[in-house]
């Protein structure tokens, strides 16, 4: 399996393509302020097309080109449904200190919204993927799991937005945040995976889950 990522925007947030090795379609996750450019660049130079947007949640520095990218390549985004008012009114999830960056600006949801349920599976661009309700950075996020066929074999890998990051977790200071649930969905949901899950965060460079349960000083000595 072929993934990339690049941070965008203000907030530098991390939008990935998943695909495999010699496929015409690929999946975005994220695709936050920003992204479209260097995005619909990369697919055009890649021979790539999108067959599906997944969102880990619906703040606005993960969602913000995502009406954009469906529009273009004419698929469905996908948001957990405690989430999704996110997509038209992201004002109510950033705060007050957040607000005057999206005074005067319209949001509309991408023409397909499709919610993501914990325990499902999806399948796009031959790619299937795991989703885990995780709330506490918001009350709609979620981690997306799935595995990397590589030379030393199968990979798994969690796509993890802001619920883990390496060395921290995700804020929970903003509308619908909530710190116990966030360690709760941590330790019921994530801190579970195998050591060598490798770890796609929303923010920041990669890791893994045996790395974050030995060091991060949030989550060392919980589940494992």
Known sequence: MFVTGFPAGMFQTNCYVLAHEGASECVVVDPGQDAFGPLSGFLAKSGLTPS?????????????????????????????????YMLTEPGRAIGPTLQ????????VEPDEVIDLVDGDKIV????????????????????????????EGLVPLALTGDTLFQ???????LPGGNHQQLLDSLEAKVLILPDD???????GPGTTIGEERRTNPFVAGKAG
């Open 52 to 84: 599906a947007v997944l969102l880990t949640h619906g703040h606005l520095d993960h969602v913000w080109n995502a009406r954009q990218v469906c529009e273009e390549y004419g698929v469905p985004a996908y948001i957990h449904p405690e989430d999704r």
């Open 100 to 107: 005057p960056f999206i005074e005067g600006l319209e949001f």
């Open 124 to 151: 796009h661009a031959g790619i299937e993927f795991l989703v885990d309700h995780t709330p506490g950075h918001t009350p709609g996020s979620v981690v997306l799991r799935t595995q990397a066929d590589t030379d």
């Open 167 to 173: 060395g921290s977790i995700g804020r929970t200071d």
């Open 197 to 203: 899950t490798v770890v796609l965060p929303g923010h």
